[in-house]
């Protein structure tokens, strides 16, 4: 069965570096979507992505962050200068032809130090 | 804005045990109602959706009915396992096109032999 993947599975940085998180949406879809929950709390909406444009952002998703589709697969989530607020779980998605099925990856933790 | 808010955890029973998560919602528009699950160390699974008033969504024995009238999408299992112990979470979608999800704030279960 297909399914979305994610890498590093780990990421541990300093406060101020650029951290680029990577992800493999299934091959089919045309929606993609980053999401991140801190210890302990709610999935948060990060972005929404769709024939090479963002679709919709949330306020969390300020100027520090942006979004590629550098090639055919790959689907990445770039934090240009992390904080220690940063610090979370970052799950890529994938939804297809009929967005209302979201298939999530299995995240990567990122440590800010 | 859309909404969800789940019952407090975390939530301890016995295997074979009757469960039943609560979930509410508030949406400005019709939305689709799903429940995600967080097994330990893994990403955010499907395990059931329904798109429109009165549709019940079930999965490996778990059910959800949408209730518009309630506006509510509880999570009930007859008889729970150990495996079935993870973290639960309620969500919504809204919009056409790239749909984000909102998130309830999960329900830990565990469930004892």
């Known amino acids: 069965e297909p399914e979305v993947t994610q890498t590093p599975s780990h990421q541990v940085t300093q406060m101020g570096q650029e951290v680029i998180l990577r992800c493999v949406p299934i091959?089919?879809?045309?929606?993609f979507y980053w999401y991140r929950q801190i210890l302990g709390q709610k999935v948060e909406f990060l972005v929404s992505f769709y024939n090479n444009e963002i679709s919709e952002k949330s306020e969390i998703f300020d100027d520090q962050f942006s979004v590629e589709r550098p090639d055919g697969s790959n689907f990445t989530l770039k934090i240009r200068s992390t904080k220690l607020e940063d610090s979370a779980m970052y799950f890529c998605?994938?939804?297809?032809?009929?967005?209302?099925?979201?298939?999530f990856g299995p995240g990567t933790r990122l440590t800010v130090l | 804005g859309d909404s969800v808010t789940q019952m407090e955890g975390p939530v301890t029973l016995s295997e074979e045990a009757f469960l039943t998560i609560n979930c509410t919602y508030t949406a400005t528009g019709y939305p689709s109602l799903f429940w995600y699950v967080q097994y330990p160390g893994e990403g955010l699974q499907l395990l059931l959706k329904a798109t429109k008033a009165d549709d019940k969504g079930s999965n490996k024995g778990f059910e959800a009915t949408y209730r518009k009238e309630t506006t509510s999408f509880h999570l009930e299992k007859g008889s729970v396992q150990v495996s079935d112990s993870a973290v639960y979470f309620c969500?919504?979608?809204?919009?056409?096109?790239?749909?984000?999800?909102?998130f309830g704030q999960g329900t830990r279960l565990t469930i004892n032999p």
């Open positions: 969500a919504l979608s809204v919009a056409q096109g790239a749909q984000k999800l909102v």
């Open positions: 998605a994938s939804s297809g032809q009929t967005t209302d099925t979201q298939y």
């Open positions: 091959s089919n879809h045309l929606y």
